[in-house]
């Protein structure tokens, strides 16, 4: 077996980046192996009375001066004295301890870039199994950025002597099966039931414990030993640390690619994107789980989210993988069990402000060999699906005019598409599609038009400048009609339209748009000039059935405003608007001609006007169902009232523009509630009172069995019955409900997943 040369482990360090002189760091070396070695080893790794430096906490040495602290003052309840030194042995000393702690990015090594390049993919091997933007093999972890995360012990170490500087996760091992295969690759994790191994033929293979007769663990590394000079050294740092933009060239397509025609048409049990399918409808055809055994519906896995909390995600599954987001941050999990296969992530954002700064991330689309995901600075990444490489990265928009991004991505073709956030920082809004190949810029639809274009008639005042509307949840798409849905939010200011008189298009809207070209086919305008907040970025859902008589292509939408609209999704006519919440005072109703009838007195005012639904919405983000055998549309609906003021403060950089505010209406107490809305007559036909202060932000999963799933105002994850609303199970999570639920299979057993808090929580009958 011919071994690659260059498998490197990946640990992640926060560390201020500071320039170390290599000379300063040898000199250094000679005074700690008088001063130090006998505690810390002379290579600093760990000695006989005490471990590493920085092996447990590397917070204290982030600095010079941190450095040169702790080794003035030691660490007395560690047991570490302190050494009074001359100020040039105390900085010798410090320049090789932030050697062995510091990326070896911050250190001044002089190397020959090209020399490193013709190394890595050449005589060293590096290149047949690792990756560096997006070059190489897929054996061993991305090295894409290494230097900024590793130090320069870790490379000599994993370089030098391989065997005493393991990967976690990259074990290589034999599994000889029952069924008479032999799987052969690299251990990423395992536990007394279950084991994951990333195949030498680019499969991952998720295994039970049971389909295993023996497992050979090689007990060395799958590196050996690299014997090349100390130039080589450096020449091989010098590239990994060279700043070349992402390659655009790509691996070889893994053996089980996923094409288009299985995320438009799922397998049974299979969840491939945000809402399971492209139509935004969270109905399943699942049927194991019935009303006569759900009180043996009990949690199967739990995956704690590391640094989570307040999750929004909704987890995607395909071929038995599960991938699961927080900001930045995508973790691929086998799904039967909840085991970690792969991380990828990069640290938040400094600087952002607004929407961008509050870390959401709602999860990510899959196409190919890759995964894709937007970040808190509006980027959008590729990600390889075998092991997590970086494959592209491209900005959508700049951060520092207060653009982010939040919510799953949508692929429709050969396309990936998603939108921005930052709809109350007076970002200007668009939708952009991506190709997924090469993340090259295939199209961008602007949510305010340019001043020439004819909607922006709609729009008398200067506030067109920083309009927002901007496109923060993920759209829908009808494969039959070729049409992509996308809701847009608010207007800005908020609550002041004194500088944007007209209905302000296309804020507050949903946009047909050709998905190849992105040109506009119609849109529909729910608020037209919008002083409450209430965004449209409600899921556009796409349904055939029969209305009134007439099968008709439908799209359905529960509305922040407190309408239930029906549209006809080939040219966007009303067909109907009903109200779903009983506090609703800003219009009577929705008239023929598709515009709100305005009630009187519900304009915000300096002094304040009390208007209903509140700011949150009559319903918001949360996903919806619909259950074509009862006919009932399904979704959160919240009895709320603000008290609406506006002021005349402008834009400015750094702030949000909200022009008012919104304040909780005197003597009223907000109820959530699951409604059901028939669908011919908008009306209600039942609903179930939530117990709780009404911030419960979950949504609905529909079954073909007749249940509904969602996260209960009391932290319960509950069930109902979707014809009658009457309540038939429910788990005790004392969960802030953020997130809506989905439902997949493996193996003969399904699954309803949620993420609650900081976990995902994976059910399935006991």
Not at 136 to 161: I, S
Request: net charge negative; hydrophobic share 40%.
């Amino acid at each position: 077996m011919r071994r690659p040369l260059f498998f490197l482990l990946i640990v992640i360090a926060s560390l201020e980046a500071q320039s170390l002189d290599p000379a300063r760091i040898a000199a250094g070396a000679k005074r700690f192996e008088v001063r130090c070695a006998a505690c810390h080893g002379a290579d600093g790794n760990g000695g006989e009375r005490a471990g590493g430096i920085g092996h447990y906490d590397r917070s204290r040495l982030t600095s010079d001066n941190d450095v040169r602290n702790l080794i003035r003052n030691g660490i007395p309840n560690l047991g570490m004295p302190a050494f009074p030194l001359a100020d040039d042995e105390l900085d010798l000393l410090t320049a090789f301890v932030r050697s062995r702690v510091a990326p070896v990015g911050a250190i001044a090594i002089e190397g020959d870039a090209k020399a490193g390049e013709d190394l890595f993919f050449g005589h060293a091997k590096c290149g047949t199994c690792h990756m560096i933007r997006a070059r190489g093999g897929l054996d061993g972890p991305d090295l894409t950025g290494a230097t900024g995360r590793l130090t320069l012990a870790e490379f000599q170490t994993a370089l030098r002597n391989p065997d005493a500087h393991r990967t976690p996760g990259y074990t290589f091992v034999t599994a000889h099966l029952r069924s008479g295969a032999t799987v052969r690759g690299f251990l990423r994790n395992e536990s007394g039931s279950d084991i994951q191994i990333q195949g030498l033929d680019h499969r991952l293979h998720l295994l039970r414990m049971s389909d295993i007769v023996s497992l050979d663990r090689d007990p060395h590394s799958y590196m050996p030993k690299f014997e090349g000079s100390e130039r080589d050294f450096n020449n091989l740092i010098s590239f990994i640390a060279s700043a070349k933009p992402l390659a655009a060239a790509a691996p070889n397509p893994l053996p089980d690619s996923i094409p288009f025609s299985r995320i438009a048409s799922p397998a049974p049990g299979e969840w491939p994107t945000y809402h399971g399918t492209l139509s935004g409808n969270r109905h399943t055809g699942l049927s194991q789980i019935t009303p006569a055994n759900v009180a043996a519906l009990a949690p199967r896995w739990i995956f704690p989210v590391p640094n989570a909390h307040g999750l929004e995600v909704t987890p995607i599954v395909s071929g038995g993988v599960m991938y699961a987001t927080t900001v930045n941050t995508v973790h691929a999990l086998d799904a039967r069990s909840g085991r970690l296969i792969w991380t990828y992530s990069r640290p938040r954002s400094k600087g952002l402000v607004g929407d961008a700064s509050g870390g959401i991330n709602r999860g990510v689309a899959i196409l190919g060999d890759r995964v894709f995901m937007v970040t808190d600075n509006a980027h959008l990444l590729a990600i390889h699906r075998l092991n997590g490489a970086l494959l592209w990265d491209v900005e959508m928009a700049n951060s520092h005019a207060h653009y982010g991004s939040t919510s799953a991505p949508l692929v429709v073709n050969d396309l990936v598409i998603a939108g921005v956030s930052g709809g109350d920082e007076g970002i200007r809004g668009f939708v952009g599609a991506y190709h997924a190949d090469t993340g090259r810029p295939a199209w961008r639809f602007w949510t305010i038009p340019d001043p020439g274009d004819p909607a922006a008639q709609t729009w008398k005042g200067r506030a067109i400048e920083h309009g927002c509307a901007a496109t923060w949840l993920t759209g829908t798409y009808d494969v039959e009609t070729n049409l992509l849905f996308w809701p847009v939010g608010n207007p800005c200011p908020d609550f002041n339209g004194d500088e944007r008189q007209g209905d302000n298009l296309y804020s507050d809207s949903v946009l047909a748009l050709e998905p190849s070209t992105g040109k506009l086919q119609w849109h529909y305008q729910f608020t037209p000039h919008d002083l409450h907040d209430w965004d449209a970025t409600e899921t556009p859902m796409v349904v055939d059935a029969n209305f009134h008589g007439e099968s008709r292509k439908l799209l359905l939408q529960g509305n922040r405003n407190g309408f239930f609209y029906v549209l006809d999704r080939t040219n966007g006519k009303l067909l109907s608007a009903t109200p779903f919440v009983k506090r609703l005072n800003w219009a009577t109703s929705i008239g023929p001609d598709g515009r709100p009838v305005l009630a009187e007195g519900w304009l915000p005012t300096k002094e304040g006007t009390l208007t209903c639904p509140s700011m949150d919405g009559a319903t918001n983000w949360m996903s919806t169902a619909y259950n074509p055998s009862t006919g009932l549309f399904y979704l959160m609906a919240l009895e709320k009232c603000n008290v609406f003021s506006k002021n005349s403060e402008w834009w400015k950089q750094g702030e949000s523009f909200y022009g008012g505010a919104a304040r909780r209406a005197p003597e009223s107490t907000p109820r959530k509630f699951l409604r059901a809305l028939d669908l011919q007559t908008g009306k209600i036909a039942w609903q179930y009172e939530q117990t709780g202060p009404g911030e419960a932000w979950g949504g609905i999963l529909s079954t073909a069995t007749g249940l509904l799933f969602f996260g209960d105002d009391d932290g319960a994850f509950t069930a109902v019955d979707s014809t009658s609303g009457k309540p038939v199970w429910s788990f005790q999570l004392n969960a802030h409900w953020k997130a809506s639920p989905m439902t997949y299979s493996i193996d003969g057993v399904e699954y309803i997943a949620v993420a609650a808090g900081g976990s995902i929580v994976a059910f399935a009958l006991r």
